[in-house]
């Protein structure tokens, strides 16, 4: 099948531990992308990617990292997560680009304590 | 201003009612345009793409004004299950397909 796949579903943490959110597509997709959703926010861009090794900064990109090292992953970092990057954060892929059809992972709801 | 709004609602419509949604956005360069539906702390799904001559998907109509820079989505004949929250979504740079902007959505209740 298809899909996005983000892990955890659930994360609870605390300030200035590190953790990673881990994203994968089994659609060989080049556009893999973050997003945070915040309430009457609507969803922003955090970090995204249109290929392998090749990343860039989104709209709210301070306090994050990404990788792309493989096609299919694209984890995002929070080296030192802080309380107002307690969101629901989402990542996505798309075939080529933003542009196109994006297939969502199943979200993440993170709270930093 | 944001660079794409919408009514937050939330509309509550009975089964069966005919409800529109509108979403205007600041950037007139921009390319693409899109509906995408999210239920309740889900993920988006892409609903519709929206095309300059506005086009239909079923109970689904979505339409592009250019001019006066806002985008409409028409549900008709609700049902139950279209309650969600539909996000008005825009390419807003010209040439590049590398970031969308997201509004904050539009809560539709469909009642019994």
């Known amino acids: 099948e298809a899909q996005v796949t983000q892990n955890p579903r659930y994360l609870i943490t605390v300030t200035g531990k590190k953790l990673t959110v881990t994203c994968s597509q089994n659609?060989?997709?080049?556009?893999m992308s973050w997003y945070r959703q915040d309430p009457g926010l609507g969803l922003r861009q955090i970090y995204y990617?249109?290929?392998?090794?090749?990343?860039d900064k989104g709209d709210v990109p301070e306090g994050y990292k990404v990788s792309r090292k493989e096609k299919r992953n694209f984890p995002l970092i929070l080296e030192s997560p802080s309380p107002n990057q307690t969101s629901l954060y989402f990542c996505?892929?798309?075939?080529?680009?933003?542009?196109?059809?994006?297939?969502f992972g199943s979200g993440t709801q993170l709270s930093v304590l | 201003r944001k660079e794409v709004e919408q009514d937050p609602g939330p509309f509550n419509v009975p089964e069966g009612a005919t409800v529109a949604f509108n979403c205007t956005y600041s950037?007139?360069?921009?390319?693409?345009f899109f509906w995408y539906r999210q239920d309740c702390r889900k993920e988006p799904k892409l609903l519709m793409s929206?095309?300059?001559s506005g086009n239909e998907d079923g109970r689904f109509t979505a339409q592009l004004n250019r001019a006066s820079q806002y985008i409409s989505l028409l549900i008709r004949d609700s049902k139950l299950s279209d309650s969600a929250t539909y996000l008005c979504?825009?390419?807003?740079?010209?040439?590049?397909?590398?970031?969308?902007?997201f509004g904050s959505g539009t809560q539709l209740t469909v009642l019994p």
């Open positions: 996505a892929s798309s075939l080529y680009g933003a542009g196109e059809k994006l297939f």
């Open positions: 929206v095309y300059s």
């Open positions: 950037n007139s360069a921009s390319q693409s």
């Open positions: 659609m060989n997709h080049e556009y």
């Open positions: 979504v825009v390419n807003p740079f010209e040439g590049s397909a590398r970031q969308l902007t």
């Open positions: 990617s249109m290929n392998v090794e090749v990343t």
